[in-house]
């Protein structure tokens, strides 16, 4: 039988982490096997390693490239977690739709918008063929309302290139704040 996928999207600190290692949690108490995955250059909390803003972490397989996500399989896995998936590029969607045909229950976790306000590939996409999507959102910074958007602080430190590049993505609250639609473009720090 086909396996599903499943897609848990919004901006920084919506809970998505949180939500991927809940997922996980409740597989291996029902005794699933889980494969998690992060990317290699995500290592603000060590390699092989997710966590969430909250505390919670579990262990991962990182990678740099999609496509080794399948060579990372064992026997009885039924359950790969994929987390920061943005990190992993439009490459992605092909992996986990073909991990998802092939039987596997796939959940993916990532940002759906970049710092400044675009959709961020793969999510979009990968939102569009899913059998289900958790769509979170975080708090404004500003005024407390649902946040969908976040923002890059100004004078947050990282050289003008990294900005374009996914290492200019890697950041916590220091680097970023959630907003909501009225406060997305107002850059510079909340007091
Ligand atoms: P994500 O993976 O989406 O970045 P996490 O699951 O790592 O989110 O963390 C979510 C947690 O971040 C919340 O439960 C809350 O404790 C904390 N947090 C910090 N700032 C905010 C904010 N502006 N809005 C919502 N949660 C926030
Ligand atoms: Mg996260």
């Keep these: 039988a086909p396996g599903r996928l499943e897609v848990i999207g919004g901006p920084m ?3 998505k982490t949180t939500e ?13 096997e889980v494969l998690v995955v992060s990317h290699a250059l995500d290592d603000r909390h060590g ?11 579990v262990a991962s397989r990182a990678v740099t490239r999609a496509a080794e996500i399948p060579g990372h399989l064992q026997p009885g896995t039924v359950l790969v977690a994929v ?3 943005q990190f992993l590029g439009p490459e992605l969607v092909d992996v986990v739709t073909g991990l998802a045909d092939d039987g596997l229950d796939v959940v993916v976790a990532g ?4 710092f400044d306000g675009r959709p961020f590939e793969p999510l979009p996409s990968l939102m569009a063929l899913a059998e289900s999507v958790t769509r979170l959102t975080a708090v404004c910074t500003v005024c407390g309302r649902d946040a969908a958007y ?3 602080l100004e004078g947050a430190v990282a050289g003008g290139d990294a900005l374009t590049t996914v ?11 959630a907003r909501c639609r009225a406060h997305r473009t107002v850059t510079g720090r909340s007091s």
């Design 150 to 152: 976040h923002v890059r």
């Design 13 to 15: 600190f919506a809970g």
């Design 83 to 85: 987390d920061e998936a």
């Design 111 to 114: 940002l759906t918008v970049t």
């Design 47 to 57: 390699p092989g390693r997710i966590a969430s803003h909250t505390g919670l972490a």
């Design 20 to 32: 991927l290692v809940r997922r996980v949690d409740r597989a291996r108490i029902a005794g699933r």
């Design 167 to 177: 290492a200019g993505y890697v950041g916590g609250a220091e680097t970023y704040q």
